[in-house]
T-cell receptor
Framework: EPEVTQTPSHQVTQMGQEVILRCVPISNHLYFYWYRQILGQKVEFLVS????????KSEIFDDQFSVERPDGSNFTLKIRSTKLEDSAMYFC??????????FGDGTRLSIL | GENVEQHPSTLSVQEGDSAVIKCTYSDSASNYFPWYKQELGKRPQLIIDIRSNVGEKKDQRIAVTLNKTAKHFSLHITETQPEDSAVYFC?????????????FGQGTILTVHP
């Protein structure tokens, strides 16, 4: 069964540094998402992306965040200047139109 | 915006018993309700989902019921097994968008004792 893949599995970064989280969605999916999960809390929506543009974003997704589909297979989340509170598990997900979202294994981001 | 409340936060059952987890949602425009199972350190995995034109859906030991009037939906697991132990999340998606965001509940830690 095809899966969403994310790299790296764990990223440790100094506060104030930029970080890029990478995702390879399932190949025939056209809708892409980023969610985050702070340790012990629920999964929170960050952004959805379709047709090379952001479809919807949450209030968490401020100017420090950006997403990009640099080529036909990758989907990235960039945090420009990381803060301690950005420490969380970040999940990428993808879907076909109006179909269930499939999640990757996540990237654990630790900000020091 | 949508708000999803999930109860209980923890649930402990004996192997073979049934487990029920309940969620309520606030946005009457929501029409898609998936349930995800998340084992420790792993990805959320879809286990069952239901759309608002259906009242109940079953897949082997797992069933989901939906009451649109009351705006709540429930996950039922029968004949629980230790491998059912995990965190379960309900979610809701608003109709009208193919890409709609999922709004998750707070999660239920289910422990099945052998």
């Amino acid at each position: 069964e095809p899966e969403v893949t994310q790299t790296p599995s764990h990223q440790v970064t100094q506060m104030g540094q930029e970080v890029i989280l990478r995702c390879v969605p399932i190949s025939n999916h056209l809708y892409f998402y980023w969610y985050r999960q702070i340790l012990g809390q629920k999964v929170e929506f960050l952004v959805s992306f379709y047709n090379n543009e952001i479809s919807e974003k949450s209030e968490i997704f401020d100017d420090q965040f950006s997403v990009e589909r640099p080529d036909g297979s990758n989907f990235t989340l960039k945090i420009r200047s990381t803060k301690l509170e950005d420490s969380a598990m970040y999940f990428c997900a993808s879907s076909e139109a109006d179909q269930p979202q499939h999640f990757g294994d996540g990237t654990r981001l630790s900000i020091l | 915006g949508e708000n999803v409340e999930q109860h209980p936060s923890t649930l402990s059952v004996q192997e073979g018993d049934s487990a029920v987890i309940k969620c309520t949602y606030s946005d009457s425009a929501s029409n898609y309700f998936p349930w995800y199972k998340q084992e420790l350190g792993k990805r959320p995995q879809l286990i069952i989902d239901i759309r608002s034109n259906v009242g109940e859906k079953k897949d082997q030991r797992i069933a989901v019921t939906l009451n649109k009037t009351a705006k709540h939906f429930s996950l039922h697991i029968t004949e629980t097994q230790p491998e059912d132990s995990a965190v379960y999340f309900c979610a809701a998606k608003r109709r009208g968008t193919s890409y709609g965001k999922l709004t998750f509940g707070q999660g239920t830690i289910l422990t099945v004792h052998p």
